[in-house]
């Protein structure tokens, strides 16, 4: 088994993000928010908006040793490629299986594309437009930055 420590990640930036649907989370600031429920005519006293918190996703989860040997499993067994045992990967011993994941994670690093990805945590807050902030969204968002 392989004595290497697992390189440590960097720390996950963290920040929310605004939504007037609940479901796409597209908006940075509240006053873009705004700016888009007014823009579809829903800006009025007691609408509703959304906020969740969202941090940097790391896209190697999406590609680690695990995910690509059930699929080669899958695959083996959706094509009815049967032999003596049924799950042919899982007999890889850790040390292969870890040197997989280093593969996966270098072939990331070198190729990725210059984008950050982000995934919700926690709950979504709901946020009711209230009289102050229809005033101070008319008035040019003063707020903006809080």
């Known amino acids: 088994m392989s004595t290497d420590t697992p390189t440590a990640q960097p720390e996950r930036t963290r920040r929310s993000q605004f939504s007037t649907d609940e479901e796409t989370f597209n908006h940075e600031t509240k006053w873009e928010a705004l700016d888009a429920m007014y823009e579809d005519d829903r800006l009025h006293l007691g609408a509703e908006y959304y906020e969740a918190e969202f941090e940097q996703a790391d896209p190697c989860i999406a590609i680690r040793e695990s995910m690509v ?24 011993t850790a040390e292969a299986r870890a040197e997989l994941d280093q593969l996966l994670r270098a072939w990331h690093d070198k190729h990725k594309p210059n984008m950050t990805l982000w995934k919700p945590v926690g709950k979504t807050i709901t946020h009711t437009l209230t009289a102050e902030d229809l005033a101070e969204f008319h008035a040019g968002n003063p707020g903006e930055g809080q």
């Open 69 to 92: 040997l059930d699929l080669a499993d899958e695959w083996l067994r959706d094509n009815q490629c049967l032999g003596e045992d049924y799950d042919y990967f899982i007999h890889f």
